[in-house]
């Protein structure tokens, strides 16, 4: 018999989180979560099982006096207190039925993660253009301002997605940065990148190379200059490990060379790196998409 399993609804844009339930001998359902997560407190915890935004696999809330049940899987509403708004907003470049070309600010994350839920681009679009079912496509930084594409619709998602993963998207990015002269532009950055050792930062290591960046200039005034980017593979922080390797830190960067202290958000000082354009041809209709940004860098911002 095939098991048909609840789908949980989005609330206010947000889908929930799904966990499996393992064996063990937790007596209840809140003692399992205070045990699985606990960087939530219990109280809060209950909190959510008493507002019915922790789900059974069918459907049903579970209270805090709820017994556990292994082998089964449980839905959960994530919740941040008192989250602030991030004063900074996106654009819509295109729509269609099935893609959505967002332009996103510095500051705005691209999904939830940690302390941002909706002050998020995605839930935003969600919530702006009734699409719940919109999910990116790929993502850019936080501190990243740029070009970021969604999808609409279920069915056709996996033809966009195979673009990225089979890097037929051209990508180009702009910097404020440092100007030396002894480095001969164009030049092209190639090196493997792995996790440094903290969940925030990436570093060059030994090894097959994994990461690539065509690097050119664009315009220089004194000691600044403004770079084009062009990544051919897509790490994860790569642009900005690549430039900071080579004695070029993109101003603003709160990460390279060095990490600033959590929660000293300037916003004031944004990262100077744009997405600025995307091409690609459609894989529904084999037009070539092109698609630019509306924002600029400027090197007086930077100085």
């Known amino acids: 018999m095939t098991r048909h399993l609840f789908t949980p609804p989005h609330r206010n844009g947000v889908g929930p989180s799904c966990v499996g339930l393992p064996p063990g001998s937790w007596p209840t359902m809140l003692d399992f979560f205070a045990d699985r997560f606990p960087t939530i407190s219990r109280q809060v915890w209950q909190q959510r099982m008493e507002q019915g935004l922790v789900l059974d696999e069918h459907g049903l809330s579970i209270t805090p006096g709820h017994s556990y049940q292994a082998h089964q899987r449980a839905y959960y509403y994530r919740a941040v207190a008192a989250e602030p708004r991030i004063p900074f907003e996106e654009a819509v470049l295109y729509q269609d ?10 500051f705005l994350p691209v999904v939830p993660s940690g302390n941002y839920l909706a002050e998020t681009l995605l839930l935003r679009l969600r919530q702006k253009l009734g699409l719940p079912n919109l999910v990116p496509i790929h993502r850019i930084d936080r501190d990243t301002a740029g070009l970021v594409l969604f999808s609409v ?19 180009t990015y702009q910097a404020i940065a440092p100007w030396r ?3 001969n ?5 190639e090196s493997r990148i792995v996790e440094a050792g903290h969940f925030m930062l990436q570093h060059e290591v030994s090894g097959q190379t994994n990461a690539i960046t065509h690097i050119d200039v664009l315009e220089v005034q004194g000691a600044v200059a403004r770079y084009v980017l062009s990544p051919v ?9 690549h430039m900071a390797v080579l004695g070029i830190p993109i101003f603003g960067d709160g990460l390279y060379p060095t990490l600033t202290p959590e929660g000293q958000i300037d916003y004031q000082r944004p990262l100077q790196l744009l997405a600025r ?23 007086n ?3």
């Open 233 to 241: 593979t897509g790490k994860r922080h790569q642009l900005r490990v």
């Open 181 to 183: 002269s002894d480095l």
């Open 185 to 189: 532009f164009p030049l092209t950055r």
């Open 301 to 303: 911002s930077a100085i």
């Open 97 to 106: 039925a099935h893609l959505v070309v967002a332009d996103k600010p510095h």
């Open 153 to 171: 619709q279920p069915t056709s998602r996996a033809a966009y997605s195979a673009l990225f993963a089979e890097r037929q998207v051209k990508k």
């Open 277 to 299: 354009s995307i091409e690609f041809t459609d894989p529904l209709s084999g037009q070539l998409r092109h698609f630019e940004s509306g924002r600029r860098l400027t090197l």
